[in-house]
């Protein structure tokens, strides 16, 4: 039975605000005899994150780390992300878990776009051993709270590809306007549909769901109504959202 719409759109959502998630790969044969009885167990690892204009996940990984030792033996892994663990009571909370394949990648988009969300990274993306990394999404699980949880295709959970593609191309081009011309659009997304402080604001990504804001260390997502698919949609839907805002901010006056 295929998930509904909403828990799709719910776990991409989560991918696509979260910083960082869980990484497990398949501990690789080690050097020291003593713990080869460890080799192929399950290894959890702390990773932080980006997503790709469909939804794939970008990760920035040394060599020298044993995840990615594991990797370059057996590239299978799973990611989970989750907004539980503030929770009273974390098994209420949604969260999600994707699998597939990582492998390394020289596309200097997908760079680009992880360093926008963590520019502390710069500081060392440039060292030989470091490398970006991008999973192929095979299937997904996703938990919504108590009696909440289905499988997803990776095919599925990810946005169209041709307007992943078009965001890709016109991306930088919206950024550079909105971060140039419009900083007073960008702070009402923030301040008044996001509920968020601050008036320096940045635009940081946008993709056919939502963009993402930055202030400082601070992140925010402005989710989209509808997809978009390509720059004159994305444009009309700043647009739109920006009228919200205005609409949203006007005081109300008594007749």
């Given at each position: 039975?295929p998930?509904p719409?909403?828990?799709?759109a719910a776990?991409l959502g989560?991918?696509?605000?979260a910083?960082?998630g869980?990484?497990a790969?398949?501990?690789?044969?080690?050097?020291?005899?003593?713990?080869?009885?460890?080799?192929?167990?399950p290894?959890a690892?702390?990773v932080?994150?980006?997503?790709?204009?469909?939804?794939?996940?970008?990760?920035l990984?040394?060599?020298?780390?044993?995840?990615?030792r594991?990797l370059?033996?057996?590239?299978r892994?799973?990611l989970l992300?989750e907004e539980a663990?503030?929770?009273?009571?974390p098994?209420t909370?949604?969260?999600?878990?994707v699998?597939?394949?990582?492998t390394?990648t020289a596309?200097?988009r997908l760079?680009?776009r992880?360093?926008a969300?963590?520019?502390?990274a710069?500081?060392?993306a440039?060292?030989?051993?470091?490398?970006?990394h991008?999973m192929?999404?095979?299937?997904a699980?996703?938990?919504?709270?108590f009696?909440?949880a289905v499988?997803l295709?990776?095919?599925?959970?990810?946005?169209d590809?041709?307007?992943?593609?078009?965001?890709?191309?016109?991306?930088?081009?919206?950024?550079d306007?909105?971060?140039?011309?419009?900083?007073?659009?960008?702070a009402?997304y923030?301040?008044v549909?996001?509920?968020?402080?601050?008036?320096?604001w940045?635009m940081?990504g946008?993709d056919?769901?939502g963009?993402?804001l930055?202030?400082?260390g601070?992140l925010?997502r402005?989710d989209?109504d509808?997809?978009?698919h390509?720059a004159?949609?994305c444009?009309a839907e700043l647009?739109?959202l920006?009228?919200?805002?205005r609409r949203?901010?006007?005081?109300?006056?008594?007749?």
């Amino acid at each position: 039975m295929p998930a509904p719409t909403n828990d799709r759109a719910a776990a991409l959502g989560l991918m696509r605000r979260a910083r960082w998630g869980a990484l497990a790969t398949a501990l690789a044969e080690p050097a020291e005899a003593a713990q080869a009885d460890t080799a192929g167990w399950p290894y959890a690892s702390l990773v932080t994150v980006a997503c790709d204009w469909g939804g794939s996940p970008i990760l920035l990984l040394s060599r020298l780390s044993d995840h990615t030792r594991n990797l370059e033996a057996d590239g299978r892994a799973s990611l989970l992300f989750e907004e539980a663990s503030r929770r009273a009571n974390p098994q209420t909370g949604p969260r999600v878990t994707v699998m597939g394949r990582l492998t390394r990648t020289a596309d200097e988009r997908l760079a680009g776009r992880f360093l926008a969300r963590h520019p502390q990274a710069r500081r060392y993306a440039g060292f030989g051993d470091f490398h970006f990394h991008t999973m192929a999404v095979e299937r997904a699980r996703y938990v919504g709270g108590f009696g909440r949880a289905v499988w997803l295709k990776g095919a599925k959970l990810a946005a169209d590809a041709d307007a992943a593609a078009a965001l890709a191309d016109c991306e930088q081009d919206v950024l550079d306007h909105m971060n140039r011309d419009h900083a007073e659009a960008i702070a009402l997304y923030a301040n008044v549909l996001l509920g968020r402080r601050g008036k320096a604001w940045k635009m940081i990504g946008v993709d056919p769901h939502g963009a993402d804001l930055r202030l400082q260390g601070r992140l925010a997502r402005l989710d989209f109504d509808a997809p978009v698919h390509d720059a004159q949609s994305c444009r009309a839907e700043l647009v739109r959202l920006v009228q919200e805002a205005r609409r949203r901010e006007a005081p109300t006056g008594n007749a």
